[in-house]
């Protein structure tokens, strides 16, 4: 499903990355400017809206709502939050009005209210922040009485990241007086997000272990992309998934004119420029937000700009337009409005989640032009521990297909067996590891049943961490291991097919 584009104004500001919900007054930007309060997750408040931009010199506020907690039995006292709303504009007070159960009304108009749901159901409370000059938006939380609660504690909600990373992560499920919860009936989804739509990617089942981000193919490098996680946990008896407040990752690299809010700035078409167009027209105390970011282990940036002003400075914040500096650079003339230049400066790691701004500082007259920044560092991704290292196996079908094919990252050579059971193939990975995760991809020819093993010494007794039964092939993500070991053997037992064991891929991830 794709939301209808609409054409930016060529000037004025940019009145909200988000969306609308019918033909209301008030824009709905989730919180995060997606949709509703997920990106295509799967949840009840998915859905189709119209995109809609402010061509007037002021932007509406950008809402976040929160609760200290999004599920338990009945009597569930809720404390709720509006900690990270901002207004880009400062114009005037900004008013709250919550609605807690979902029907319409305005419950309470405290920032930050409490209110108590005494009878079982999923209610979606609902902040509608509103500036006097510029409008309202809306943003939400789900609440689960008498039902699960899940939470999504790692990955950071904005943490940097690079397409094709492999992402850990931490899912805490709460079910008082419910059944005990079982991790396989936990699920991450990785969605691409695109704009303000999504495109469901990949999934993993368990409470933690790593999720593989894709490379992505379908849009172009300076498109606005950028990777969606979406925790849920379906309890036994039940068909209803559960969702956590989805995370969003940010990449490395965003293009100027992919902001949330802007003051002062124009969107400029430049030939030169990655993706065609850059942010013009700045002159002093102009600025451009995105949000969210989290800029844990961040340690630097670089900015591609382009200067025949006066030229000035770049400013990092966080939170608003005057809020924490944790970077800067000067821009100096460049000779040309064409003539790009990277210019650089240190980041102080900031742990908080919340809207990162571009503030723009200088002399009379127009300063420079911004194509695209970039943020170095971060959470370094996990590490395919396998990767290239010596592997062994029990046989191969010829010397086309040896065990060193599962381990070169190509999608296009394998491993394969001869036609009979057992068999193994094994890596030696260089030293001792706390292995977490395997994950193997196999070709049509799979293995039903299998062991994942683990020694310190490649001799011996080796050590079952996981017992694979009932497999169909395709890719199986194993997360959730436990157990130490230098070399790792997968171990099978029973063919899937009258041919052997074939595997495209086989990596191995641990600390």
Known sequence: MRVGELARPAGGSRGVDGIRRGEGAGFDTGGRGGLGTGWFGGDANSALYRIEYNSGTCSVPIPVANANVTGGPAPLAVNFSSAGTVDPDNSGPLSYAWDFTTNGSTDSTAANPSFTYTANGQYTATLTVSDPDCGSATASVVINVGGASVTLTLPNNGRVFAFGDAIPFQINVSHPG????????????????????????????????????????????????????????????????????????????????????????????????????????????????????NLSGVTSFSARVASAGVGGTLTLRTGSPTGTVVGSATVAPTGGWENWVNVTGAISTSTTTTALYLVFTGGAGALFDIDQFTLNGGIPPATNLALNKPATASSTESATYPASAAVDASATTRWSSLFSDPQWIQVDLGQNYNINRVRLVWEAAYGSSYQIQTSLTGTGTWTTIRSVTGGNGGTDDNTGLSGQARYLRIYGTARGTAWGYSLFTFEVYGS
């Open 178 to 293: 419910g059944p005990a919860v079982d991790c396989s009936r936990v699920r991450l989804n990785y969605i691409l997000g695109h704009d303000s739509h999504g495109h469901p990617m990949t999934s993993v089942t368990g409470c933690s272990g790593t999720i593989q981000t894709t490379v992505d193919g379908e849009h172009d490098p300076n498109a606005n992309v950028f990777g969606v996680l979406d925790a849920e946990y379906t309890a036994p008896g039940s068909t209803v998934q559960v969702h956590a407040p989805q995370a969003v990752l940010q990449p490395r690299t965003r293009q100027a004119e992919h902001f949330s809010s802007q003051q002062g700035v124009t969107v400029v078409a430049k030939p030169t420029a990655n993706g065609g167009n850059a942010i013009g027209n700045i002159a002093n105390g102009d600025w451009i937000a995105f949000t969210p970011y």
